[in-house]
């Protein structure tokens, strides 16, 4: 008897659309599995699920799920799934997206988003570099470390600390791991879709094609040993102190869950309300 | 003014060209819009800030122009009608994501009200400089419906008609607008809402083998609602049916052709315009806008002088009503296009004519209005 092997995430996969375009070796692909695990294990409606993309590497994941999915311009997936959600309400709009699509020409509408507490979760795919591109330096390569455009060493463009920037902005839950994490990232990805406001996840993926080639990590599995020997678990840690600095160990883990902060549909329609009773109220007089 | 659930009432009222603007985007449906400030634009962000929770419509004031125009794009497929405004400087902020529409086939409104260009210019101060931009300002090959209103009422009616191109086309829509009808204050109808058609968008039914862009024989394909299970698949990147990435130059030739299509073969759908005293002319007053009304004076007045001048009044702009030129080209001598920018419509006018007439431009480079006494001299100039 043959029985035809089916992945377990199959039916969240749009299979006629593989091969994918990712590198093998690429850390996307971990994401992409940890996430749609995730959203099985939470026995979540994927109808109600909503993938929002800006352009890169990672941005092309909203076209490999079978949920609804957008590709939006550079940068820009945050304002767009800022709209779909005020509009509807009902459904889990998710953003994944780089480190250069969100953090760069997409980083003011990062803050701002955060700031309001949009309804959205914002995966942020760290690979310290523009993959799609050819590999320059982004916003949150390391310090020294080569990319196409920092051939002599990364000496100019010192790094953004995702954590630390979406915590200050306001978001209601900030968590990094990395793809050699896969487990506390979809334990994590359920917490956050069970959460109100604006959450993000940073995940520190690998770019064997292009980051790790120029920093002596060639072989995807150096690239993974890396995050797995210099990441490190702490409870309850600090954002301030979520810098990464090559070479050394760096922190994963939750650093910001706050419960209980009013999400900006919530306050988009509390005025609703307030609007309406004044109507109504000057309508009498 | 408006009645227990928020609506305008049938009637008439005193209102500046961009409260119009406003309020008939309430009327037409709109319940998002998303903005930024800009001169001279304000007051319909103001107005639609009061009106638009009145009616369980969503505000929102963001960081930039660009996140206004792309918050827009997603609220409408969440589907909410769905507008921003702007001047200049935010509508060059723009260009990118109205392509992005025009790809993703995503029905927005944008209102810019022109001001002196180029740059930041004069702010508070008329212009009309941004007409080619508004047909050419995206990359790519693309069509855009854009209409220009001269009066205020119009300012209202062509706001209504702007949504309702845009919900049938699926596609973006852009009000040429521009500082002196927003700011002038004129009477405006406001009809009974049964006597006003509005149009909304074609929706897919079944969610069994929907494909995201596979288009009924009218070119468009029937939008789908988020979150029912159909699998839709939107990218700004060229696609297929199924709305899936290709890099296949046929597939680009197909959807592109599409895209313009749908707008060049149902042009007599969308062109508007107003003809006056041109069944005589020997010369024809080509205008629109706030130029419009000087335009018109000074065909009046070229009238009393016994002249044969008529008077062509566009109202879409984009497409270009390139048949409605050529055949008064037929008969007519020359044209003037009045405007105040370096003679974008000129341009136009003088491709459309192809040849048969002589065309003129008269106006100013922005900053001020164009007096009828300007246009009337440039028709004794050279009638
Ligand atoms: S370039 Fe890097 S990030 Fe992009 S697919 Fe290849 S390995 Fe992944």
Redesign the interface.
């Given at each position: 008897m043959i029985t035809a092997l089916v992945h377990p995430i199959e039916k969240f996969v749009r299979s006629e659309r593989l091969p994918h375009i990712w590198c093998s070796g690429c850390g996307m692909g971990m994401i992409f599995n940890a996430f749609a695990k995730a959203i099985e294990e939470l026995n979540i409606d994927p109808k109600k699920v909503v993938i929002v993309s800006g352009i890169g590497c990672s941005g092309r994941a909203s076209g490999y799920w079978a949920y609804d999915g957008f590709h939006t311009t550079h940068g820009r997936p945050i304002p767009f799934a800022m709209g779909l959600k005020l509009a509807r309400p009902d459904l889990h709009v998710v953003v994944i997206s780089g480190d250069g699509d969100l953090l760069a020409i997409g980083g003011n509408h990062f803050i701002h988003a955060a700031r309001r507490n949009v309804d959205i979760l914002v995966i942020l795919v760290n690979n310290f570099n523009y993959g799609m591109t050819g590999g320059q330096v982004g916003p949150t390569t390391p310090e020294g470390v080569r990319t196409t455009t920092t051939p002599y060493g990364n000496y100019t463009e010192p790094p953004f600390n995702a954590v630390w920037l979406a915590a200050a902005s306001g978001a209601v839950y900030v968590a990094r791991w990395t793809v050699y994490h896969l487990r506390n990232l979809t334990e994590s990805i359920k917490t956050a879709f069970q959460m109100k406001g604006f959450r993000v996840i940073e995940v520190i993926s690998t770019c064997p094609t292009d980051f790790g080639r120029r920093n002596a990590l060639p072989d995807p599995l150096d690239n993974l040993r890396y995050l797995k020997e210099n990441a490190v678990y702490v409870k309850n840690p600090d954002p301030r102190e979520a810098d990464i600095v090559w070479g050394k160990k760096f922190i994963i883990g939750e650093f910001v869950k706050i419960e209980g902060k009013e999400s900006f549909d919530d306050r988009i329609r509390r005025l609703i309300e307030i609007a309406q009773k004044e109507l109504r109220r000057s309508d009498l007089q | 003014m408006?009645n227990?659930v928020?609506e305008v009432k049938p009637g008439m009222y005193f209102w500046s060209g961009n409260d119009a603007i406003a309020e008939a985007a309430i009327f037409a449906g709109c319940r998002?819009y998303?903005g930024y400030p800009i001169t001279p634009s304000n007051e319909i962000a103001e107005r639609l800030s009061?009106r638009l929770?009145?009616v369980?419509?969503?505000f929102?004031q963001?960081?930039?122009e660009?996140?206004?125009i792309?918050?827009?794009?997603?609220?409408?497929?969440?589907?909410?009608k769905?507008m921003t405004a702007t001047s200049g400087p935010g509508f060059s902020l723009m260009q990118?994501?109205i392509g992005?529409a025009v790809m993703?086939e995503v029905p927005i409104v944008i209102v810019d009200v022109q001001r002196a260009g180029p740059s930041t210019g004069i702010p508070t101060m008329i212009g009309m400089g941004d007409v080619q931009q508004a047909k050419w300002g995206s990359h790519g090959p693309y069509e855009i419906i854009a209409l220009s209103p001269s009066t205020v009422q119009e300012a209202f009616d062509l706001t209504i008609m702007a949504f309702n191109l845009s919900e049938k086309f699926r596609t973006p829509v852009i009000i040429l607008a521009d500082e002196g009808i927003s700011h002038m204050y004129e009477k405006v109808v406001v009809p009974d809402p049964r006597d006003v058609i509005i149009i909304n968008r074609k929706l897919a039914k079944d969610p069994n083998g929907y494909l995201s862009y596979k288009a009924d024989d009218d070119l468009v394909p029937p939008m789908a609602p988020?979150?029912?299970?159909?699998?839709?698949?939107?990218?700004?990147?060229t696609h297929d049916e199924r709305g899936?990435?290709s890099a296949d130059p046929e597939v680009q030739n197909v959807l592109v052709r599409r895209l313009l299509d749908k707008i060049r073969k149902r042009k007599h759908e969308i062109i508007d315009y107003r003809m006056y005293k041109c069944e005589d002319a020997d010369i024809v007053v080509v205008s629109y806008g706030s130029a419009a009304r000087s335009a018109k004076s000074a065909v009046d007045m070229a009238r009393k002088e016994g002249i044969k001048v008529g008077f062509l009044q566009l109202k879409t702009i984009w497409p270009f009503p390139d048949e409605v030129i050529f055949e008064l080209a037929k008969k007519v001598k020359k044209f003037i296009v009045a405007e105040i920018n370096e003679g974008q419509i000129t341009r136009e006018v003088e491709r459309a004519s192809k040849g048969r007439s002589e065309v003129f431009w008269v106006g100013n480079y922005g900053g001020r209005w164009i007096f009828p006494e300007e246009v009337l001299g440039k028709i004794l100039e050279v009638k």
């Open positions: - | 408006m227990l928020g998002f998303a009061w929770p009145q369980g419509g969503i929102v963001m960081e930039d660009i996140a206004s792309v918050s827009i794009i997603g609220a409408s497929w969440g589907g909410l769905s990118e994501n992005l993703m988020v979150g029912e299970g159909f699998r839709i698949q939107s990218t700004g990147l899936y990435p």
